[in-house]
Every structure is written in structure tokens, then in C-alpha cells.
């Protein structure tokens, strides 16, 4: 039984996973900034559609599934540059039923994070990973 | 080219993956208490020898990469019966060097938990997961 | 025109507020345990049926948002008890459109949390406030 | 009776409010930058007497205030733009005793601030308030 | 030339520090409860005057100033049994001006912790220290 | 009885401290940036050979003991210009065992910060320490 965030997990790392009744997106940033992997997230979820552009409903569901996923990203502080750290990710977006069975709760985001992190300095990362889950 | 953190991944969420150079344990717990899920982790890193069990050295490294992976789980405050939800997690612990072809850098920990938190009623929660890792 | 949150921070206070199109509940809570004012935020709302009992959907916006609401009162660290305070609260829970004139952006909820919050002595507290807001 | 935390609240709120034995300044601040906000804050307080300009003394209590006040509006991070959100505030400070019946514990500062964050796009954005309260 | 931050962590360490100016107290305690350290500051610095027991006041400069020290021994979250570890402690209150060459701001109070956190398992622990400063 | 940490902290306060067994650096820096005093930190340890310029793993050691040493001096969040306010601080980076009759436990790092954070403008501040102690 597949649900939303395992999806994601797999998806952002690579590893075959069948969409099922998910609709799935993949994308990758690196930055200081957290905005930008914010708004590289929002840009791409907009663009194929997971969210509407022209209302704000969805882009509230994400924008907090995206903080979501940048806590485990950010381990305590939701910061990167600001205290000396890059951050190199790939990113899935997926809109779903919160798992196959569960389709009676309506749909639901997932946002899955993963890559690396450390300073600005071939080798001297190591590897995060985060998931942040919402209603849609 | 395998790496600590997606072996650790991989491992918890149980699809298939080659130890290699790496030695991996996994369990799960569930709980109302963080205590018990830090509990749950160093029990079985000590009994299947990750970590040994005289020295208080490893026990830091890995007290620390299991914090960071309840990050990941928790969002933003590492709390979970004392803000009324409640958390069932299987957990990773996978040793060895950061990536196969990273030898140099020595052993490193990394500490991966997946699972569901929310209420205490089966359906009301969601899938969460968090990775840290630290030097050994 | 009315906007979904200061229709609850006002009920919370006791200040006059028409509904319009809001549905409005109000209720209190005293303890030393973060878990217990989620607790009769939740049960107040569904027993007046702002969220329904029988979706995990609902309690999911509901959860966040009294989990906002509680950073205002809080202040730095969701915690009462465990840091030697003690909280009387007074809560409002609000359900309708995002303000009057959004109705295309579907249904919110807003918490809004008012009260004292010191050492368990009276006199030895000050007023705290708290709003949190969320998409049904 | 009036509280020094309710009387900034409707204050901020635009709510009528008779300032009885509080001094009341109100003023607003748009911006991507926490900084500003504190700025803000301090700038129209001392220029309107309720701190003194020369001691490090009020500025060091009225700091502390908004800081508090900010953890409602931001609940979790005290960022805004870095973290791709702006928030348009108003912000009302108040100086006088804790309550109306409470002159024997001096002067407190309470400091409001309510408005919107979000997206920097018009209508994708909620409301927000805080509130800190310090003795002078 | 004294300073009341340095002279209360010298205090705290068991450094010679001559008191001048200041009023000077230390204890210790050990606990898994973060309530308990702050119960046990509070005690002695009223037991020895050093706020005044029948106001707010002064136990509201006092409380902030605990938290704040024990952010630097907690690092992170204010949090100790509840994630697995205790804190054996030795603290110093110290009420003065907050230099000797600064009267002219009033009194400041700072509190010093210092002493190890860790597993509860002799040797399985490390240092921690942490300084807290509020006006009075 | 050396210690690390103590040997860290009287280092920073410029108190005399034998060395012993420990290599203690020190330095200085002010900024309203996070990233500077992490960047100042890590320049002097590598120049002054405390941890390898050419391996992570010492590097991520020292990385968090900073990190951790910033969480007392910035007491809630690690920001400092962005909310309105700057540091001036001392370091000492330490290396050697835990404490002297520790050697069992391998190498370790302490980093103390101490110094003045405050509004900038002479006066407007006050004292702060941290430490952060990790295993090498």
C-alpha cells in the first residue's frame, strides 16, 4: 500500500516508485538562502500544476509542508548561509490521497528534501534528508 | 556509489539495499516520550555493538545524530505526548565510512527514523522522517 | 469588513463581534500542560461541529493551528509546566472564509488564545496572546 | 479593569479604548526584515517619550517586548524574508502600571503587533498578532 | 573593572571574584527537570534577598534571566529528561549595577549556571555553562 | 582537576589557566553576523593546526561545537543583525582530552565565546557567554 510521503522519499531519491493515484514532480536547488529553495519548490509546484497559481489555499498548504521539510533539512535553526552552511538539494512534490486507502480524507502535499549540506567545500557535507505533509 | 544517509533511508523504510562497507541494525518503537525513542535507538546500537558500551564517546556521537533525526520527525519543537500527539517509528542505525568512496574521513553514524505521528486514533497522523548523522 | 482572525481575537477577549458569516465558539482552560489546552481547544470544536470527529483532516488544521496559537503564548518554547509556568486561558475557535470578501478562497480556521500566564500565584503573571491561522 | 495587554491589543486592533492611567503610541511597519520591525518599534517609542532615548535601561526591556511580541507573528522562526514571507504590521506600544489595580508592581511595557503575512502578492497572506509584555 | 556577567560566572566556576558592588549567591542543583533548576534559583535568591518575595517584579526579571541561562547549557531546547539526560549544576545569583562604572543604569541581576549534562551514568557527561542578564 | 571547558571559559574571561594537556587558542571578533564569528572561529582552529585543514570530520566537529557555544550567547535564536542587534566577542578554542584524568575518551574540542551583544551603540549591551564542547 503505497501512501504520500513514502512516494515522496523514494522519488526524491532516486529510486523507482509507480505514481499510482500520486501525481509526482522532481526538481533540484542549491543555496544559502532558505527563500530560494522555498520559492524553487513553489515555482515548480505552481508551474505543473500540484497547486493552483491563482489562489492562495494551496500555496498556504505548501508553503508549510515546505517548512516542514526544511526542519529536518536545518536540524534546529531554519537558517543556511546565516550561519556559514550550504546546501545542495533535490526536491519531489507529491498530491495525493494521504495513502491509497485513504482516500476519504480528500487530497494532501507532500514535500521531500534530500541531499547535502555543510560548507562551501567539495566533500565537506554530509548528506540531510526531510518530509513536510499537508492537507491540501 | 553508496553513501551513509541513503543506506540509512533505504534501510528504515525497509526497501532493499547492500550493506557494503556499511554494518546497519534496525528496530521500532512507539511512544508519547522522545526519551524513549533516544531510549529505544542507543539500546540496540550498544547491544549490536555500533557504539560501545564503555566509552562515552560514541554514545555523544550518537545521542546527537538521533536529536537531529527527531528534528525531522518533530518540526520545529522535539516534544510529542506533552503537545498531545503521539509518534510509531521504525529506526536505522547504520555504521561505517560516509560514503564508500570517502574513506578518508573515518566512521561516521547515521541515525534514520520513519513512521507516523499525530493522535493517538488510528488514521489521525501522517508519515514523518528524519535523518542525522556525526562523526563516529 | 470582517477578517477571520480578529473575529477571534476579539471573541476571545469578550469584545463585541458580530458573527457575520463565522461560526464562533469560546471557551477556557487553566493548566501546566500544553497537552491539556490542545485537548479543550479540540474537543470544544468538534463537539460544536467545527471539525468533524470522524476525518483526521480537520483535527490536522485544527492541531496547527492551536499550535500557532500557542507560539504567541509561549513565547520561545511550547512548554508551561516542564519551565515553571502555569497558564489561564481563555480560547476562541472561528470557521468560515478567510475575511468577508475571500469566499473564493474557500474555508479557515482561526484560533486565538487569551489569558495569563506566570508562577502558579496569583499576581505573579502577565497577559499573553496568541492567533493561529489555518485552511480547513 | 484594564490590563496593560489589552489595552495594547485593541489598540493595535483599532478597537476604542480609553487610555485611563496608560501612555498609548501606535504606528506601522511593512517589510521583509525582522530588523525593521524591531527598528520601528524602538524609533516611535523613544521619539514619543515611553522609553528614554540616553539609558540602555528601557531600550533593553522594550527589546525584549517586541522580540516576544514577533514569536506570535512568526510562530516557530523569528524570520521573515529569508525564510520567502513579508508581513505588514501595525504595532501599538503601551507604558503604564501591569493593570489598572496593580500600581504597587511600577511600570510594564506591552507591546502589540497585528496584521498580515505572507507571500509578497496581495491577498496571499493571513493574519497575524503578538504581544510581549515586560516590567520597565 | 567589574562586570555583573563576569563576576557571576567567575562565582559559579569557584574563581576568587571580590564581590564590590555586588550582592553575590550560589547553590547547585541536579535534576532531569528543567522546573526544578529554575524552582531552586528562585528559592535562594529569595531566601537571601535578592528579590523581594512579595512582588512580581523582581521574580519576573529573575525567570527570564534563568531561561536564558539555560539556553546555553541546553543548547537548543529547554529540555532534559524529557529527551534523555540531566544536568548536574552549580548556579550564582549576582544583583548589582550591571558594570561597576555603569550606576547610572540601576540594577541588573544575572544568573550563572555551571556544571555537567549528559546520560544519567557517571562519566557520561560533559561541561555546559550558561549566562542569563535581566534588569531589575 | 583540568577540564575542558572550564579551561575554555577561564581562556575566554582572560583569567590565567595552566595548560596542561590542553592546546588553547584564542581570538577575537564583532559583527552582526552569524557567519562571521563561526568563520573567525574556524580560520584561527585550522591555522593554528587545533583540527586538519584538509579533512571534514574535524571541521564538522568544531562546526557544531560553535554553533552550540552561539546558542548561549544569542539565548533563543541564532540571529543577530537580523533582529536588530550585535556582538562583540572574545573565543578560546580548546583541544585536548574531556578532562585530565579522562584520556580514555579520546580527543575532544570546547569552544567559549564571551563578549557584549546589545544594540550598536556604546553602552547598549551586556555580557554573554557560551560553550560548546563536541568530540574530536
Redesign the interface.
Known sequence: MR????VA??SV?D?PVAAGPFRIITGQVGSM???KV??AV?TAAKREGLIADD???G???L??AV??AL??V??????L?????TAGLKFAVVAGP?AED?T???R?L?V?L?GHI??PRK?????????????L
Chains 1, 2, 3, 4, 5, 6 share one sequence.
Open positions: 501512501s504520500i510521503g513514502k522519499v523514494l531519491l529510486e538562502g532558505i527563500e522555498v520559492a513553489e489562489h492562495y489555499r500555496e498556504h498548504a508553503y508549510h517548512l516542514e526542519h529536518g536545518c536540524r534546529g535553526q531554519l537558517e548561509g546565516s550561519i556559514l552552511r494521504k485513504q476519504a480524507e480528500g494532501w507532500a521531500a534530500y555543510g560548507a566533500g565537506f557535507e554530509h548528506e540531510v534528508i526531510g518530509l513536510g505533509i499537508n492537507h
